[in-house]
């Protein structure tokens, strides 16, 4: 009996915190997942170049 007023007491403050949080707008949301694909496309560039020129490298000296 002590389990299941731990687990609803676990998920009423779950629900109270939420209830505190603050959501994005659409705007916000459109916004940063627009800076993160960018972000991944030009870090998977970096990447890409770091691993051709490195390739090339070690297929010089072996």
Same mark, same amino acid.
């Given at each position: 009996?002590? /389990?299941?007023?731990?687990?609803?007491?676990?998920?009423?403050?779950?629900?109270?915190?939420?209830?505190?949080?603050?959501?994005?707008?659409?705007?916000?949301?459109?916004?940063?997942?627009?800076?993160?694909?960018?972000?991944? #496309?030009?870090?998977? /560039?970096?990447?890409?170049?770091?691993? /051709?020129? /490195?390739?090339? #490298?070690?297929?010089? #000296?072996?």
């Amino acid at each position: 009996m002590n /389990l299941i007023k731990n687990v609803m007491s676990f998920f009423t403050d779950v629900y109270y915190e939420l209830t505190k949080a603050t959501w994005l707008g659409k705007k916000e949301v459109v916004g940063t997942t627009v800076v993160v694909v960018v972000f991944v #496309i030009i870090m998977s /560039l970096f990447v890409s170049i770091v691993d /051709l020129f /490195l390739g090339t #490298i070690v297929g010089v #000296i072996l």
